[in-house]
């Protein structure tokens, strides 16, 4: 059975970076095919952050791009989120998300973390 | 980018009303969409993928069609428990984007 679980600060101050790790349960995250990160903000829609490959190439969204990194610990079966300078345009639900076994589109996301808020805030 | 405008952004129906939810792209995108039911408090859900092809476990009554730029969402007959926001999503290219998510509520 494949599990999500984010964890990670739930406040930050502006300019601080955001740090945040997924651990999986049920897949390797050195031989899954991707793992992706998702964003929405209260009370608004869904937002991609960036997914990282097993090859190891990592895509970002254009609009973060100067801001995010996204890496793979294999070591914990983990994969983490790091988001700099934050603003409180940053405060949103932070989902970890991955597709099922076998499936090789290009954003096709499975199986979901149940989420965690970040607040950006002085 | 790939603009998705999804419409309505939010619609009321009676229980077993047929509702169909819309999803236009900004350029061609074949078939390379997913659906996604996100209930409050929750995760989205992934519905269906390849526009049409409904997920293991889903029920019967959703549906999805089209292709190119137009695509259709339909519950053939709403339940109490389709109450949820819902999502379309490509996967063309990167960087994928979502429409901004059809609200469904019960009259």
């Known amino acids: 059975q494949v599990h999500l679980q984010e964890s990670g600060p739930g406040l930050l101050k502006p300019s601080e970076t955001l740090s945040l790790t997924c651990t999986v349960s049920g897949y390797s995250v050195s031989s899954h095919y991707y793992w992706g990160w998702i964003r929405q903000p209260p009370g608004k829609g869904l937002e991609w952050i960036g997914t990282?490959?097993?090859?190891?190439?990592?895509y970002y969204n254009p609009s973060l791009k100067s801001r995010v990194t996204i890496s793979v610990d294999t070591s914990k079966n983990q994969f983490s989120l790091e988001l700099t300078s934050v603003t409180a345009t940053d405060t949103a639900v932070y989902y970890c998300?991955?597709?099922?076994?076998?499936?090789?589109?290009?954003?096709?996301?499975?199986?979901w973390g149940q989420g965690t808020l970040v607040t950006v805030s002085s | 980018d790939i603009q998705m405008t999804q419409s309505p952004s939010s619609l009321s129906a009676f229980v077993g009303d047929r509702v169909t939810i819309t999803c236009q792209a900004s350029?061609?995108?074949?078939?390379?969409l997913n659906w996604y039911q996100q209930k409050p408090g929750k995760a989205p859900k992934l519905l269906i993928c390849?526009?049409?092809n409904l997920e293991t476990g889903v029920p019967s009554r959703f549906s999805g069609s089209g292709s190119g730029t137009d695509f259709t969402f339909t519950i053939s007959s709403l339940q109490p428990e389709d109450i949820a926001t819902y999502y379309c999503?490509?996967?063309?290219?990167?960087?994928?984007?979502f429409g901004g998510g059809t609200k469904v509520e019960i009259k």
């Open positions: 350029q061609d995108i074949s078939n390379y």
């Open positions: 999503q490509h996967y063309n290219n990167f960087p994928l984007t």
């Open positions: 390849d526009a049409s």
């Open positions: 998300a991955t597709p099922a076994e076998g499936v090789f589109r290009l954003g096709q996301f499975d199986y």
């Open positions: 990282i490959y097993q090859s190891g190439s990592t």
